[in-house]
């Protein structure tokens, strides 16, 4: 089956203006957090029931208070298996069992992918202080292990039973030595790739250490090393695309513009409100972003497939970051899962990148006009709507499809054939999963 990430790439690269947007779902998070990796378990509803709709089965004690793996690796296959993103982000060990034992990306246009090296400043285990040195150094999966599962993979062309596309991450410090380590691990990194056949995004990430850099300039010191790191990189060692943290529109506005085939993408950060990724995204991608890799932000929704919905809708501008919060709520109202924050919180940024005079206020969201219906309004039955019902309808008013038009084409065996899929029937698909 095509996959969706080079249909996409191919557009973006042959026309700078298309609007197409590579949505990636970065579950590779073992490789940093140990044991809170997978996630706070479910949310549960107000009478404490586990909600029954979209939830794996139960499979780890309660005390814990995080997923186990068979909980995590559940909802990994139940994203794949709707199509919702167009990359999976994984560990080595879970890309093994998921792409290689189980084939699950096999008849799916979502493409697997693993983390191909774990430097020191993702470290983050409880009580450690790793993260407080300068980034270090180190891989733990080979690329014949992402690749096959062996420490030699017996190559046929580019098909591999397992993943064959990688995240590769650097972190420059502001440090001659430490810079020049990174580099060098990243050069032969990217020669073994070239030989292997195997393909890698790369995220640059802020420096984990003071760096002598002022807050305001750190976005110019992070593009500058991205262009100067891969000046020297032909077309055969060169990333499809970045995963960076976003600095504001004017950083990224003037990385992405300085060369059309140098793709840029966002990474999520840590979870923050929902308001705060729903904006991030947004805005990422009307000041040139084309990639999105979320991982914290999706993993701690409480309700994932519907979260990742709303990032569809919103990068395809079928919603707004404000629409989409109230109707995100609206979603957990109708399948009675409490949210973690009431709905005034939730409109509330907290990602200091997104707030660009540095500052945690709240974020006014415009009152919509209040619409009194008349008494033979069989829409509204005669009451009046408020913003947020106002917001959440238009919401759900924008992700129909009219009745006389056929809802999805599906392919001979009844599976919905995303290739052949419209926006509108794409809307319409993901929108009946998630409200019946």
């Known amino acids: 089956m095509t996959k969706s990430l080079d249909r996409k790439l191919s557009e973006i690269k042959a026309n700078p203006s298309s609007k197409a947007f590579i949505l990636a779902d970065a579950k590779d998070a073992d490789m940093a957090f140990g044991i809170r990796a997978a996630g706070p378990r479910d949310y549960l509803s107000e009478a404490g029931a586990r909600p029954a709709q979209f939830s794996p089965e139960i499979w780890s004690r309660e005390e814990f208070g995080y997923r186990n793996m068979p909980e995590f690796m559940d909802i990994i296959r139940d994203i794949v298996h709707r199509g919702m993103v167009d990359i999976m982000l994984m560990s080595a060990s879970v890309n093994e069992r998921l792409a290689i034992n189980e084939g699950l990306f096999r008849n799916s246009h979502v493409t697997p992918a693993a983390r191909a090296n774990d430097t020191s400043d993702v470290w983050a285990v409880r009580h450690g202080a790793y993260r407080e040195k300068p980034a270090e150094t180190f891989r733990s999966a080979s690329i014949d292990h992402i690749q096959c599962g062996r420490v030699e993979c017996e ?23 430490r810079d020049r380590a990174t580099l060098q691990a990243f050069k032969e990194f990217r020669e073994e790739a070239e030989k292997k056949g195997f393909r890698y995004f790369l995220e640059v990430f802020d420096p984990n250490v003071p760096s002598g850099v002022d807050p305001e300039k750190l976005g110019e010191f992070i593009n500058d090393n991205i262009v100067r790191s891969l000046a020297g990189v032909t077309d055969a060692g060169r990333p499809l695309f970045l995963k960076i943290v976003y600095h504001g529109p004017r950083f990224m506005e003037e990385l992405a513009q300085y060369d059309p085939n140098l793709v840029v993408g966002i990474l999520g950060g840590s979870a923050g409100t929902t308001y705060d990724a729903f904006k991030l995204i947004h805005d990422a991608r009307k000041y ?8 914290r932000k999706i993993n701690n929704a409480e309700h994932q497939i519907a979260f990742i919905q709303f990032l569809n809708l919103i990068t395809e501008q079928a919603i707004s970051p404000e629409e989409a919060v109230y109707a995100y709520h609206g979603v ?14 939730d409109l509330v940024i907290t990602n200091p990148a997104m707030n660009y005079q540095g500052r945690r206020d709240r974020v006014a969201i415009p009152a919509k006009p209040v619409y009194t219906a008349s008494a033979g309004d069989s829409a509204s039955g005669g009451q009046t709507q408020t913003p947020e019902k106002d917001a959440a309808a238009n919401a ?4 129909k499809v009219g009745a006389a038009s056929p809802l999805w084409p599906r392919k001979k065996d009844g599976s919905p054939d995303f290739e052949k899929m419209s926006s509108a029937q794409r809307l319409s698909y993901h929108r009946s999963r998630l409200f019946g």
Do not use: C, H, M, Q
Not at 288 to 295: N, Q
Not at 396 to 399: D, F
């Open 155 to 177: 190559r046929d062309g580019n098909e591999f039973p397992g993943a064959n596309l990688g995240l590769y991450s650097v972190t420059f410090v502001n440090n001659l030595e």
């Open 288 to 295: 040139g972003a084309r990639v999105a890799l979320f991982g």
């Open 332 to 345: 957990l109202e109708k399948l009675n899962i409490k949210p973690k924050r009431p709905l005034e919180d």
């Open 396 to 399: 759900s008013e924008k992700i």
